[in-house]
């Protein structure tokens, strides 16, 4: 497990400031620096706890009043880097469940507590491209696994007004599983 720290922007520019302002300030990997939309910026890093929690707060601090929101969560689940990349492609199961938020950083948090709490499968976690800056997150699993993990994703206080929606689908359609992989 690693620790993932994330920036969100409402700048592009700001956004490409704040990211040169984190690689410089701690030893971190880059995991992803991009537009989403609509005109926002995500700065992705991973590394050892000390060297995230310093490189978002240098990250924050060039991003002054541009800053939408940022995380740092330690003891990533390892689920949750393949399904940032969308390199998940798991077998149909019991059911399905997806949590909507409003920002990119709520859909990461939601992400890890959802696979901490209960024995599921990520699909995918998707960030706000072409989404108009609102995120998702898929996951499989046993109905009352998926149940468990949903309402654990929408309760941790980290996403607090950020959710938008969220559902638990039993029995999922096999041609709406194919259409959300």
Sequence with gaps: MQTLGILELNS???GVEAGDAMLKAAYTKLVTAR???????????????????ASIEAG?????????????????DDQ???ALACAVVPEQKEAVGVVET???????????????????????IRLGT???????????????????????????DEVQGMIV???VIPSLHPDMFKAIL
Aim: glycine share 10%; proline share 4%; net charge positive.
């Design 12 to 14: 592009i520019a700001a």
């Design 165 to 167: 929606k969220t559902v």
């Design 60 to 76: 924050k601090a060039a991003a002054g009043q541009n800053l939408v929101d940022s995380i740092v969560i330690p003891s990533l």
């Design 102 to 124: 409003f920002s990119l950083v709520a859909a990461v948090f939601a992400a890890d507590a959802a696979v901490k709490a209960a024995g599921v499968d990520l699909i995918e």
């Design 80 to 82: 949750v880097f393949p």
């Design 130 to 156: 072409g989404l108009g800056g609102k995120s998702f997150v898929t996951m499989v699993g046993g109905t009352s696994e998926v149940k468990a993990s949903v309402s654990a994703a929408k309760n941790c």
């Design 35 to 53: 537009p989403v939309c609509p005109g926002k910026y995500i700065i992705m890093v991973s590394g050892d706890t000390a060297g995230v929690t």
